[in-house]
């Protein structure tokens, strides 16, 4: 199946590639060490934990991909799989 014909996997594939290999990296070589500026707060009851957009792009494009599998998991028909093919017997 091409690529282009799943759009969801390709977008999940670029968010994880852009997450993992583009700002990650780029954080690394430029700065030696990933920089996270995100942090959401309120007040001293939430304090939820500082993050980056690469990360968040490797967890959307991670749950892109889950869904492009669940989505397509029916494509590919029983008869093409190598697990209902008939042996054959006495072959040599």
Do not use: K
Request: proline share 7%.
């Amino acid at each position: 199946m091409s690529w282009l014909r799943r759009p969801l996997m390709l977008a999940a594939f670029t968010a994880i590639a852009t997450g993992a290999v583009g700002n990650n990296l780029l954080d690394r070589l430029m700065c030696g060490f990933v920089v996270d500026f995100i942090h959401w707060h309120i007040g001293d009851t939430f304090d939820w934990p500082v993050f980056n957009v690469a990360d968040s792009l490797v967890v959307v494009g991670v749950g892109l991909l889950l869904l492009d599998t669940w989505l397509t998991r029916d494509d590919v028909p029983a008869e093409s799989s190598p697990v209902n093919q008939p042996q054959e017997l006495g072959a040599p």
